[in-house]
């Protein structure tokens, strides 16, 4: 990461700092114009930026990754927004000669067998997609919040995703499963209704289940992995398993 990124890095940080999710998510689309992205899945947490951009008729795209094994639920959740908002969402699936490749060669639930096997489903039905759907961007918005997991907690509100080449903005970085569910709640936005069966990180049918009381909150994603293992590469967290790359490059 060259000095003139790391700033401009640290510069958003500084300037976004201490301010709601709506007012980074003005700022960004304000200051990046035509260049901001944000991607849901139709989870309690995508559903509060959905609200907060088609409400606030933000310039800001939005797209989702239909990865072909979606919670019913979730295919609801999604034609529920759109009914609601009015505003389009983009899609991108999976390639279908990757796919048809995998699913040839070892068969609909290869995921099981190994997290090698797991990793390629993952990054031929979300990682590719994903890149594709990037392109050109500068800012991706995204619903992380610090909360979900022990990596997470590393994490920084404003980073530089060097896989993408792009900044990455986390609106609800500070904010509690109880403030998104509230938010939810208080303007009426169309949820999941699996979060009602006690899930509350919802990924492909296959791979997530409900969470027992006291389990962390991703432990009812790819549940049959170790704890260490639970990103599907969508957002890499080993840069911050150690010291932050913005501030090293600054430095």
Same mark, same amino acid.
């Given at each position: 990461?060259?000095?003139?990124?790391?700033?401009? /890095?640290?510069? *958003?940080? +500084?300037? @976004? &700092? $201490?301010?709601?999710?709506?007012?980074?998510?003005?700022?960004?689309?304000?200051?990046?114009?035509?260049?901001?992205?944000?991607?849901?899945?139709?989870?309690?947490?995508?559903q509060a930026l959905s609200h907060l951009i088609f409400a606030n008729e933000l310039p800001v795209r939005v797209f989702t990754l239909d990865t072909g094994r979606n919670f019913q639920e979730t295919y609801s959740t999604w034609n529920k927004t759109l009914?609601?908002?009015?505003?389009?969402?983009?899609?991108?699936?999976?390639?279908?000669?990757?796919?048809?490749?995998?699913?040839?060669?070892?068969?609909?639930?290869?995921?099981?067998?190994?997290?090698?096997?797991?990793?390629?489903?993952?990054?031929?039905?979300? /990682?590719?997609? *994903?890149? +594709?759907? @990037? &392109? $050109?961007?500068?800012?991706?918005?995204?619903?992380?919040?610090?909360?979900?997991?022990?990596?997470?907690?590393?994490m920084h509100p404003v980073e530089w995703d060097a896989g993408h080449g792009l900044i990455k903005v986390h609106p609800l970085f500070e904010w509690t499963w109880d403030d998104t569910l509230s938010f939810t709640q208080q303007h009426g936005v169309p949820?999941?209704?699996?979060?009602?069966?006690?899930?509350?990180?919802?990924?492909?049918?296959?791979?997530?289940?409900?969470?027992?009381?006291?389990?962390?909150?991703?432990?009812?994603?790819?549940?049959?992995?170790?704890?260490?293992?639970?990103?599907?590469?969508?957002?890499?967290?080993?840069?911050?398993?150690?010291?932050?790359?913005?501030?090293?490059?600054?430095?």
């Amino acid at each position: 990461m060259d000095s003139t990124l790391a700033a401009q /890095v640290a510069d *958003l940080r +500084r300037n @976004l &700092a $201490g301010h709601s999710a709506l007012e980074i998510i003005r700022a960004v689309a304000g200051h990046f114009p035509g260049r901001v992205s944000f991607s849901t899945s139709f989870g309690l947490e995508d559903q509060a930026l959905s609200h907060l951009i088609f409400a606030n008729e933000l310039p800001v795209r939005v797209f989702t990754l239909d990865t072909g094994r979606n919670f019913q639920e979730t295919y609801s959740t999604w034609n529920k927004t759109l009914l609601r908002y009015e505003q389009p969402i983009e899609v991108f699936a999976p390639q279908a000669a990757s796919l048809e490749t995998l699913v040839t060669a070892k068969g609909p639930n290869s995921f099981y067998e190994s997290i090698a096997n797991r990793k390629e489903c993952c990054h031929i039905r979300k /990682v590719e997609p *994903l890149a +594709r759907a @990037l &392109a $050109g961007q500068q800012i991706w918005l995204t619903g992380i919040r610090a909360e979900q997991s022990a990596n997470r907690q590393h994490m920084h509100p404003v980073e530089w995703d060097a896989g993408h080449g792009l900044i990455k903005v986390h609106p609800l970085f500070e904010w509690t499963w109880d403030d998104t569910l509230s938010f939810t709640q208080q303007h009426g936005v169309p949820v999941n209704p699996l979060h009602q069966q006690g899930f509350v990180s919802i990924g492909c049918a296959p791979c997530t289940r409900a969470i027992r009381p006291g389990e962390d909150f991703r432990a009812g994603r790819w549940w049959w992995e170790n704890a260490d293992a639970k990103e599907c590469g969508l957002h890499d967290t080993t840069e911050h398993q150690g010291l932050d790359p913005v501030v090293e490059a600054i430095n």
